[in-house]
């Protein structure tokens, strides 16, 4: 029994620091926790996230010193004894670590050795490090950087691949894989006959083949997210083994998805449950019936990523009414997609074209006006002199805009029908020629007082500087603005003018 004085916030900390340790020893994982007091939930919650970032660290600095002497120490005739048992110490304390910490510490490790250790010392470094965290209870392994960042010989690839089948045939509470680049059949397999848990495989650029996955698929029934794209060996036949042993599948990325479905399943009655869609690269059309079909046979879609010719452009009326994300890239030139039938239910929108004109702009702000994201992508925006938004009407929900205009300059009154009228936005990043932007006029935007709420401004213009010269005298800034800047270079001087003192002094007196 504990007094009621005694339940303080700390105390209650050192409890649930207790449990968790005890959750965490049984292969558990802790993500919070709930009290009657809703202070002391909070004051918890911060401590206890400064306490596993503070152990997180002082955790990686002592295996990374270890590896690092390890590492610079490998090409001697015999290993240094204190080396052998330091590193023997942190294999045997690293398995008494929260599962939580070396989830954390592994992707974070391998960059430090692609960054901190020499070329010459790496692979053994590289080996130090799986050998040590690839540890049988972890349950995230993120191997990301493990092959993108380390160029290695084939003889050196072939050895971690080895190493990372083997710890991997152990992981049985593994639920999320990411082995880009390098994964192979045999490390499929190693995973299908252990982790029957597993969750997340992202497997993008590896040199799988069919057999490989439908090896993983069978042994994993519960996955619900598949990363295959550009994995080249992978056929239609592979992705229909996914499609058949995976029923909790909500993601599948994989060359010419649409195509492999739309060519096995068009006609039937099947249903998937996908909530994010993508095909990758342009296709050469389909029919407008059978892109009915598919977005009816997806009726949980909540994300599209297409490539659509102009003339299927229409398709997309039918589309369920769960889709609030849509990522379009038009191959030919930009036409109206039924924007009065899609619109109003998106939040998030990215369009990819070679031109698009002002009208259909404003159409996108007339029709999407729970927008709150919105990406451009193109050569021009025609006409761009006619986008007006005065009312604040048009994207007045937006807060994330991001434009890409290559060819032509982007006109004033396009910019400011998002700059002075959406007074949402919080991350603006635009770049394109935009020969009005100066300083005299980014005062004036920033004096109207419409961009209070943007918390990340980026704005690159493509103007060249000597274009800039040669314009007339009244478009270059006013007078105020060459003497601000003649002073700010003054200041610039003096400030380093008085550090050489300073440098002067401090060496004057070492000497």
Same mark, same amino acid.
């Given at each position: 029994?504990?007094?009621? #004085?005694?339940?303080?916030?700390?105390?209650?900390?050192?409890?649930? !620091?207790?449990?968790?340790?005890?959750?965490? %020893?049984?292969?558990? @994982?802790?993500?919070?926790?709930?009290? +009657?007091?809703?202070?002391?939930?909070?004051?918890?919650?911060?401590?206890?996230?400064?306490?596993?970032?503070?152990?997180?660290? *002082?955790?990686? +600095?002592?295996?990374?010193?270890? *590896?690092?002497?390890?590492?610079?120490?490998?090409?001697?005739?015999?290993?240094?004894?204190?080396?052998?048992?330091?590193?023997?110490?942190?294999?045997?304390?690293?398995?008494? $670590?929260?599962?939580?910490?070396?989830?954390?510490?592994?992707?974070?490790? /391998?960059?430090?050795?692609?960054?901190?250790?020499?070329?010459?010392?790496?692979?053994?470094?590289?080996?130090?490090?799986?050998?040590?965290?690839?540890?049988?209870?972890?349950?995230?392994?993120?191997?990301?950087?493990?092959?993108? $960042?380390?160029?290695?010989?084939?003889?050196?690839?072939?050895?971690?691949? %080895?190493?990372?089948?083997?710890?991997?045939?152990?992981?049985? #509470?593994?639920?999320?894989? #990411?082995?880009?680049?390098?994964?192979?059949?045999?490390?499929?397999?190693?995973?299908?006959?252990?982790?029957?848990?597993? !969750?997340?495989?992202?497997?993008?650029?590896?040199?799988?083949?069919?057999?490989?996955?439908?090896?993983?698929?069978?042994?994993?029934? @519960?996955?619900?997210?598949?990363?295959?794209?550009?994995?080249?060996?992978?056929?239609?036949?592979?992705?229909?083994?996914?499609?058949?042993?995976?029923?909790?599948?909500?993601?599948?990325?994989?060359?010419?998805?649409?195509?492999?479905?739309?060519?096995?399943?068009?006609?039937?009655?099947?249903?998937?449950?996908? %909530?994010?869609?993508?095909?990758?690269?342009?296709?050469?059309?389909?029919?407008?019936?059978?892109?009915?079909?598919?977005?009816?046979?997806?009726?949980?879609?909540?994300?599209?990523?297409?490539?659509?010719?102009?003339?299927?452009?229409?398709?997309?009326?039918?589309?369920?009414?769960?889709?609030?994300?849509?990522?379009?890239?038009?191959?030919?030139?930009?036409?109206?997609?039924?924007?009065?039938?899609?619109?109003?239910?998106?939040?998030?929108?990215?369009?990819?074209?070679?031109?698009?004109?002002?009208?259909?702009?404003?159409?996108?702000? #007339?029709?999407? %006006?729970?927008?709150?994201?919105?990406?451009?992508?193109?050569?021009?925006?025609?006409?761009?002199?006619?986008?007006?938004?005065?009312?604040?009407?048009?994207?007045?929900?937006?807060?994330?805009?991001?434009?890409?205009?290559?060819?032509?300059?982007?006109?004033?009154?396009?910019?400011?029908?998002?700059? /002075?009228?959406?007074?949402?936005?919080?991350?603006?990043?635009?770049?394109?020629?935009?020969?009005? /932007?100066?300083?005299?006029?980014?005062?004036?935007?920033?004096?109207?007082?419409?961009?209070?709420?943007? @918390?990340?401004?980026? /704005?690159?213009?493509?103007?060249?500087?000597?274009?800039?010269?040669?314009?007339?005298?009244?478009?270059?800034?006013?007078?105020?603005?060459? !003497?601000?800047?003649?002073?700010?270079?003054?200041?610039?001087?003096?400030?380093?003018?008085?550090?050489?003192? *300073?440098?002067?002094?401090?060496?004057?007196?070492?000497?």
């Amino acid at each position: 029994m504990t007094p009621v #004085h005694k339940l303080t916030a700390a105390y209650q900390l050192e409890s649930v !620091k207790e449990a968790a340790a005890a959750v965490e %020893r049984a292969s558990g @994982r802790v993500i919070g926790s709930i009290t +009657d007091n809703h202070k002391v939930n909070q004051q918890y919650c911060k401590l206890f996230e400064r306490l596993v970032e503070t152990l997180e660290n *002082i955790c990686f +600095d002592l295996i990374f010193d270890v *590896i690092l002497n390890v590492a610079r120490n490998h090409d001697r005739p015999s290993p240094l004894k204190e080396d052998v048992v330091l590193f023997r110490r942190v294999e045997a304390w690293v398995q008494g $670590m929260p599962v939580t910490i070396i989830d954390r510490i592994i992707p974070k490790m /391998l960059n430090h050795i692609a960054s901190r250790v020499a070329r010459r010392d790496r692979m053994t470094g590289l080996l130090s490090v799986l050998r040590v965290l690839l540890q049988p209870r972890i349950s995230k392994l993120d191997l990301a950087t493990l092959f993108t $960042m380390h160029r290695m010989s084939s003889i050196s690839n072939d050895r971690i691949k %080895r190493l990372v089948a083997d710890r991997v045939s152990h992981m049985h #509470h593994l639920t999320e894989l #990411h082995i880009p680049a390098k994964c192979t059949d045999a490390i499929l397999e190693a995973v299908a006959a252990s982790c029957s848990r597993l !969750k997340v495989a992202k497997l993008r650029l590896s040199q799988v083949t069919d057999a490989g996955v439908e090896a993983l698929v069978k042994g994993c029934p @519960r996955l619900q997210v598949l990363e295959l794209q550009d994995c080249t060996m992978v056929t239609s036949k592979g992705v229909l083994s996914v499609l058949e042993h995976c029923p909790q599948l909500q993601q599948l990325h994989a060359n010419n998805l649409l195509a492999i479905l739309i060519t096995n399943f068009h006609g039937t009655d099947r249903k998937f449950p996908f %909530r994010h869609l993508s095909q990758y690269s342009s296709s050469d059309g389909f029919p407008v019936a059978a892109l009915q079909w598919l977005f009816q046979a997806v009726p949980q879609l909540n994300t599209l990523q297409i490539c659509l010719r102009n003339t299927d452009l229409d398709a997309l009326r039918y589309l369920s009414k769960t889709v609030h994300t849509l990522d379009l890239e038009v191959t030919e030139d930009y036409l109206e997609p039924p924007w009065s039938a899609i619109g109003p239910q998106l939040s998030s929108l990215a369009i990819k074209c070679n031109c698009l004109a002002a009208y259909q702009l404003l159409n996108i702000g #007339h029709h999407c %006006r729970d927008l709150q994201q919105f990406q451009l992508t193109t050569q021009a925006i025609s006409d761009g002199h006619i986008v007006h938004n005065s009312a604040g009407e048009l994207f007045k929900n937006l807060r994330n805009l991001f434009f890409q205009v290559y060819d032509e300059e982007l006109h004033v009154r396009c910019f400011e029908a998002f700059l /002075l009228h959406c007074r949402m936005l919080e991350v603006v990043w635009i770049n394109s020629e935009m020969s009005f /932007l100066t300083d005299s006029y980014l005062r004036k935007l920033l004096a109207a007082g419409s961009l209070s709420s943007v @918390r990340r401004l980026n /704005l690159t213009s493509d103007v060249p500087v000597q274009n800039r010269r040669n314009k007339p005298e009244s478009q270059q800034g006013s007078d105020q603005d060459r !003497k601000e800047r003649s002073d700010q270079k003054k200041m610039f001087e003096l400030f380093k003018e008085h550090l050489q003192k *300073i440098r002067k002094s401090l060496q004057e007196k070492v000497d």
